[in-house]
């Protein structure tokens, strides 16, 4: 997902989308816990604004040569890892902790700790295992899978940036939407690429939506964009209305799924361009975008935390309390985490890599 912090005047391309991206990764915490709509679109959303956020504030840079390769993955890796870290610790601590509490997976503890330590390099589980999150790359915090094809894809376009015509773009982006047809007819819309099975479909699933952030990018800077624009709680209603959209069958599915991702998405993208919130509403646009990251990636280990505390003998939770305090502890830990940990802890980094 784009986490991309903006000087100040740069800020007024990115507030609105703050305000989106916080949206986003809620509606994907609500999906995790009631299955309810189409949240995990939202991943798809996250990719177009990476990709059009990581043009906008490298682009210039790499191409000059005013940045290199290694300089970029390094900013890349001190604003991304410092949360897949203590992300990594709370799923895999967490579920070694519950495990004691369920003696069948306790024959498991080995294969704990070897997917511990792919999690913390951040690498993928191509392999079927029996603890965590099962048949997911990335078994004790599933949602990492998408920061492992957006640093990939981060990668690739710092290599290739000054190779990549707004034609080149185009072609890329076409490719890789046709390559999509298949996964889609197979898993009945875009919810595929963070399983094993179908780790390869994952490359086409991030590099589809990337792209034609790229592309956003490209043409805003070229003009050739449409001026429009509308409130940005207009935008939001709209992107909030998509995302909760309940199931519509396999056959819209099939639909519904590339008509956000490739339509939808794009033109709320484009719209929030040209938004420029002011007072209360750009304060709270940007606190949801600071937010966005840590509750995306740190979720799933509260959720499941808190599902092992609240299904106990001695708690019974109704459902839509559940859900409610769900999400209250998982906004309240990632802004605990944001302010106490990641935020000082970049900044260290940042003061390290700009002294070296």
Not at 11 to 35: K, Q, T
Request: overall charge positive; glycine content about 6%; hydrophobic content about 50%.
């Amino acid at each position: 997902m784009s986490v991309i912090k903006m000087a100040p005047q740069q800020s007024h391309h990115f507030s609105a989308l703050d305000g989106l991206r916080g949206l986003a990764a809620l509606s994907v915490v609500i999906y995790h816990l009631n299955g309810y709509g189409h949240g995990y679109l939202a991943v798809d959303f996250f990719f177009i604004l990476s990709g059009f956020v990581i043009a906008f504030s490298y682009e210039k840079k790499l191409v000059a040569g005013s940045m290199n390769f290694i300089s970029f993955l390094q900013r890349r890796l001190i604003r991304l890892y410092p949360l897949v870290f203590i992300s990594m610790l709370l799923g895999s601590l967490g579920y070694y902790i519950i495990s004691f509490y369920q003696p069948d997976k306790i024959a498991f503890q080995g294969e704990c700790i070897n997917t511990a330590i792919l999690g913390f390099l951040l690498i993928p589980v191509l392999y079927q295992v029996h603890i965590g999150e099962l048949n997911n790359l990335y078994p004790f915090n599933g949602p990492l899978w998408s920061l492992f094809f957006e640093l990939f894809f981060n990668a690739a376009y710092a290599l290739t940036v000054r190779y990549l015509t707004l034609r080149i773009l185009i072609i890329l982006f076409c490719i890789s939407a046709s390559a999509l047809i298949c996964p889609i007819i197979k898993h009945h819309g875009l919810e595929f690429g963070f399983n094993p099975k179908d780790f390869g479909w994952g490359f086409f699933r991030a590099a589809t939506p990337l792209t034609l952030g790229v592309i956003i990018f490209r043409l805003d800077q070229n003009k050739l964009l449409p001026t429009f624009s509308c409130p940005v709680y207009v935008l939001g209603l709209a992107l909030s209305l998509i995302l909760v959209t309940p199931a519509l069958g396999n056959r819209v599915d099939i639909i519904f799924g590339p008509l956000c991702s490739l339509v939808l998405f794009p033109i709320i993208v484009m719209a929030c361009i040209n938004v420029k919130p002011i007072g209360r509403t750009l304060k709270l646009c940007r606190l949801s975008g600071d937010l966005s990251y840590p509750l995306y990636v740190l979720h799933r280990p509260v959720v499941r935390i808190f599902m092992h505390t609240a299904t106990t003998d001695a708690v019974t939770i109704r459902p839509w309390y559940y859900t409610s305090i769900a999400v209250i502890l998982c906004v309240l830990s990632s802004y605990i985490a944001l302010k106490i940990y990641d935020e000082p802890l970049r900044k260290f980094l940042s003061r390290q890599l700009i002294a070296q």
